[in-house]
């Protein structure tokens, strides 16, 4: 009988041996990270011809971010505005709109235009032009992208400010700035960046000054993206 069951046992140890035992307590799934509603609100500024992957990232984002934003067109000729590569937008709201009905909401917790061939509506609105200027004098956040910065440049506002900007305006913006030549650059409620390519680190850079670094990293790792904040 030994001869017989030495044998068996052997077998069934080393059958058991390779069989992995689950472990009886369901494992914790990882709990999701919720973003509530906050209170901040962020004005959109939409001219005509604006970069669109500059305008839209930014409100993506932003949206994620649950912060409220509000979109303000300037209409050239219809209720709509046409963006560099022909794509029809409609905004919230026309900014003179914005200044006769909700005049209460200016200024915003922060300001943000993008850049294109629309920054030359910009400089021809005085409205948009005071609208910067009244952000940045109250201390709000003023984010402005790819050639968007030209503006500072024209306006005279923001002189010494660290700054980064589009390649085509460099020129326009090495007199009276510290030009960083960064992807994304932060001096106080200044925000600045490059070009379309860089729209993602720049919505999150937003994020990360109007809420937190823990709201840009949890809507960064939602959409599988890499953000490295910028902010010192």
């Known amino acids: 009988m030994v001869t017989i069951w030495i044998p068996s046992l052997i077998y069934c140890f080393i059958l058991l041996s390779e069989i992995q035992f689950c472990n009886c307590e369901e494992e914790e799934e990882e709990e999701e990270e919720v973003l509530y509603p906050c209170n901040k609100t962020v004005l959109i500024y939409a001219p005509d011809e604006l970069e669109e992957i500059e305008y839209v990232t930014v409100i993506d984002i932003l949206r994620r971010a649950k912060i409220n934003i509000t979109e303000a067109g300037e209409f050239m000729n219809f209720e709509n505005i046409i963006t560099e590569q022909g794509i029809n937008l409609i905004p919230d709201i026309s900014l003179k709109e914005l200044y006769k009905f909700k005049p209460n909401t200016i200024p915003f917790d922060g300001m943000v235009v993008p850049g294109g061939k629309g920054i030359a509506y ?7 032009m005071k609208t910067i200027e009244k952000h940045l004098k109250k201390n709000k956040i003023v984010a402005l992208i790819g050639e968007a910065p030209r503006v500072l440049s024209l306006a005279h506002l923001a002189h010494g400010k660290k700054v980064t900007c589009h390649s085509s305006i460099i020129s326009n913006m090495i007199k ?57």
Do not use: H
Request: glycine share 4%; no cysteine; proline share 2%.
């Open 176 to 232: 009276n700035y510290k030009f960083t030549g960064e992807t994304t650059t932060v001096d106080d409620n200044l925000i600045t960046s490059q070009s379309p390519a860089t729209a993602m680190e720049f919505a999150l850079t937003i994020v990360e000054k109007l809420r937190d670094r823990k709201s840009a990293n949890i809507i960064a790792k939602e959409i599988g993206y890499k953000y490295k904040s910028v902010i010192k």
């Open 122 to 128: 910009v400089l021809d609105s005085d409205l948009a």
